[in-house]
């Protein structure tokens, strides 16, 4: 079947819109590409993309991670492009890219190849330094020499733990066969005893009856999940607040000091009520934050503010990456420069992160932006970043 001319002709106009448009995005990644903004870069390559699926964005997004020394990412969108690109030499020289690459990540990590029975099993891989990631299987990703410790689960099934060690420039794979969980053994009928033999008794005087055995209150089999379990409020007065995960999530109602912040609060419930959302890199995808129904309160505000039994949302933050200037106001190493942050980072992982990353002495650090000072659990999202730098000093001193 032909379709009408009439009809061939708006296909063809809106294919050419739509490679028109991707042209202008690519024209401007190639610019900031070539003054070395790669994230503008990426980003404009992203939207050429989405106009115009060709395969040779995948590339140059690939490219441009490998110039921000993201090999893992750069990868990635490299195999992408080998997969879909159909040009045999253009393939071969994007395959030999990617070769290239993994020998420079192999100089510096080791390569985990994880499977399980079955697949998309949640994967929790905890490092010596106590660095956390959290994925789905099948696994593969590059690590930090050393050992791991895995666990492996999925639901009804019994799950895998062990440790798995990390060499720099080998590869490990793992298989894991996820076993049923096991039914407790029954328990054999009791063989009836035998009847006694009637024995003649002297009759006795009658005695009271012995009290009524108290009623014991027994659990019911096969009842509904419990609530999400309450928090203690640790020290001071507590207020009771109703919780919703957003956007329609269950609602349940927790305890909290009154005097604790509403970024303290998410922290508390972050890994216990509050699944850590993460990909197949490891990073999050997403952080939390306490506010009505309209949106978010500071993270900085106290929970005395609210009144008992008010209802406030858990709003999910989407997790952004972002090139800032950073600096450290310390007398005896200042420093300055620029690199990418995650905006749902709390304060304290960025201190503790530049503390070691820099050889500072451990002390009490302080994050700011502005005229905004975050505390430790407070996430970098509530900062104006694009117009001010990110300032580490120590706490006391004078900005």
């Not at 080791?110 to 929790?124: A, H, W, Y």
């Not at 419990?226 to 609602?251: C, E, F, N, Q």
């Not at 850590?276 to 934050?289: C, D, E, V």
């Not at 620029?338 to 980072?345: I, Q, W």
Request: one cysteine or more; charged letters at 30%.
């Amino acid at each position: 079947m032909t379709l009408p001319a009439a009809a061939q002709a708006a296909g063809s106009s809106a294919t050419a819109k739509k490679a028109k448009k991707a042209g202008r995005y690519a024209k401007k990644a190639k610019k900031a590409y070539r003054r070395g903004d790669y994230d503008d870069a990426i980003a404009a390559f992203e939207l050429a993309h989405d106009a115009n699926a060709d395969p040779k964005h995948l590339f140059n997004i690939g490219r441009c991670h490998e110039k921000k020394g993201e090999l893992f990412r750069a990868m990635e969108f490299v195999q992408r492009y080998v997969e879909q690109v159909t040009d045999e030499s253009e393939k071969e020289d994007a395959a030999e890219l990617h070769a290239i690459l993994r020998k420079r990540l192999l100089k510096a990590y080791g390569e985990l190849l994880l499977e399980s029975d079955p697949d998309e099993s949640g994967v929790r891989l905890e490092g010596e330094d106590g660095e956390v990631r959290r994925m789905k299987t099948p696994v593969a990703t590059w690590l930090p020499a050393g050992t791991w410790k895995v666990r492996i689960a999925a639901p009804d099934l019994q799950p895998w733990e062990g440790k798995l060690v990390i060499v720099i420039g080998e590869t490990l794979a793992q298989e894991v066969e996820l076993k049923a969980v096991a039914a407790p053994p029954e328990e054999p009928e009791p063989e009836p005893e035998p009847e006694p033999k009637p024995e003649a008794v002297a009759e006795a005087e009658p005695k009271s009856s012995p009290p009524a055995p108290r009623r014991r209150r027994s659990s019911p089999s096969g009842s509904a999940p419990s609530a999400p379990r309450r928090l203690k409020a640790t020290g001071g007065a507590s207020i009771t607040l109703k919780l919703r995960i957003a956007p329609d999530g269950d609602t349940f109602k927790t305890r909290f000091p009154k005097k604790a912040t509403l970024a303290e609060c998410v922290a508390r419930l972050t890994g216990s009520i509050l699944p850590l959302q993460a990909g197949l890199s490891g990073r999050f995808t997403h952080g939390w934050r306490l506010g009505p129904e309209k949106g978010p309160l500071s993270g900085d505000t106290l929970v005395e503010t609210q009144k008992e039994d008010s209802l406030l949302i858990l709003h999910p933050v989407l997790a952004q990456e972002s090139v800032v200037e950073i600096q450290v106001k310390d007398d005896d190493a200042p420093h300055r420069f620029r690199a990418p942050v995650c905006n749902v980072l709390p304060a304290a992982t960025v201190v503790d992160h530049l503390v070691r990353w820099l050889g500072l002495d451990a002390g009490n650090w302080v994050l700011s932006a502005g005229d905004r000072s975050l505390g430790p659990c407070e996430l970098l999202e509530e900062l104006d970043l694009e117009s001010d730098p990110l300032v580490m000093r120590r706490a006391g001193k004078d900005r």
